[in-house]
């Protein structure tokens, strides 16, 4: 048997490595709290979305859609249960689908031209994603609707009760997301896809 086979196997039946090296690099995460990188964020609970949905729908009803669409971007719900998020989203579709397609280029134009508009038209798009995701409040029903099977006097089964409503508008919902999607990046760049996606904070 050579040294080098000799050296492997003592080194495979003994424990070799005794010091925890990582303890003693200052620059190691064992040494800070990870947590301080991610400052913590406001719990936003399901009556204060509902008043902030509340005041969205008004502003859509008066006719101001921007000030309707800021009033999401602005408050996003970050720390929040599922059912608070899923509320927040529905309204943000709602409002998206409530403006017109001529309008949406110069909104966002608007948008990212004051201050804080670059992170506002992010916000945008990690509710976009989420929509377009197939989530509860992105298209208005699951992915794979139940269908109802009849019984009939041949011995085979015949499809009924369509969903019919249910398909139409989560095409329509998702046609929306995608228009403004496109729009999006128009405006803003990929760049806001990249800070979408490496952003730690989610809808």
């Given at each position: ?68 669409l800021?009033g ?76 109802g ?26 046609s ?28």
């Open positions: 048997m050579s040294i080098i086979q000799q050296h492997t196997q003592a080194s495979l039946s003994d424990a070799w490595r005794t010091i925890n090296i990582d303890a003693l690099d200052p620059d190691s995460s064992q040494n800070f709290d990870t947590s301080t990188l991610h400052p913590p964020l406001p719990e936003i609970g399901e009556a204060d979305v509902r008043q902030l949905n509340a005041q969205v729908r008004q502003l859509l009803r008066g006719g101001d859609s921007e000030g309707a800021r999401c971007l602005e408050n996003p719900v970050y720390n929040g249960n599922d059912l608070a998020k899923d509320s927040h989203m529905q309204t943000v579709v709602e409002v998206l689908q409530s403006i017109k397609a001529s309008e949406m280029t110069p909104m966002l134009q608007r948008i990212y031209g004051s201050e804080g508009g670059s992170e506002l038209l992010d916000v945008l798009m990690k509710y976009l994603y989420k929509g377009m995701s197939g989530g509860p409040s992105g298209g208005g029903g699951p992915k794979t609707p139940t269908r099977l009849t019984p009939q006097a041949t011995g085979f089964s015949q499809i009924g009760s369509r969903p019919v409503g249910t398909n139409e508008s989560t095409g329509t919902a998702m929306v997301l995608l228009s403004w999607h496109e729009k999006v990046v128009d405006v803003a760049g990929l760049g806001s896809i990249e800070r979408c996606m490496t952003d730690w904070r989610k809808v």
